[in-house]
């Protein structure tokens, strides 16, 4: 997971593979404030399947497989990241611990020619006075893990 500043920039190669089609999905946070509007936006923009479940345990295992997006890296791109789930403090920790298990888990993909990109990549978008606060989450996030 990357987090940035709305102008900032992230050194492409960190993201975009030398080869390989990518899928990119751009969200806003202030378009999720709530459980509902989340899993809404990601049905929508990452084409979730008929079957999604409209549950945490659902959204993970979505995020996890995407096979039914025909592409070989996905890179997902959240602005206003501070703002997401923000009526729902339960629901903001479910929501960042699903995207950082499955970063986790689509980087544990050995290849044989040695180290690659991840295939699933978040990059965080918020701002200046907030990047502290989504920081924090995330190494909450990982002494957990």
């Known amino acids: 997971m990357h987090i940035i500043t709305p ?3 992230l050194d492409l190669d960190q993201l975009l593979p030398t080869s390989g089609s990518v899928y990119v999905a751009r969200l806003n946070g202030a378009d999720m404030p709530e459980e509902l509007s989340a899993f809404q ?3 929508e923009r990452l084409k979730f399947p008929e079957y999604f479940g409209w ?3 659902a959204f993970y295992d979505c995020l996890r497989d995407l096979h039914w997006l025909s592409s070989d890296y996905h890179i997902l791109i959240i602005e ?5 789930l923000s009526e729902d403090d339960a629901a903001r920790k479910e929501f960042f611990k699903a995207l950082y298990r499955a ?3 689509w980087s544990y993909t050995k290849r ?4 690659t990109l991840s295939k ?8 200046e006075e907030a ?3 989504v920081a924090s989450s995330l190494v909450e996030l990982q002494k957990q893990a």
Do not use: D, Y
């Open 7 to 9: 102008g900032a920039s």
């Open 41 to 43: 936006n990601f049905w």
């Open 55 to 57: 549950n945490w345990h």
């Open 80 to 84: 206003s990241a501070e703002r997401a």
């Open 103 to 105: 970063g986790q888990r």
């Open 112 to 115: 044989p020619e040695g180290i």
């Open 120 to 127: 699933f990549c978040v990059v965080l978008s918020c701002g």
């Open 131 to 133: 990047v502290s606060t």
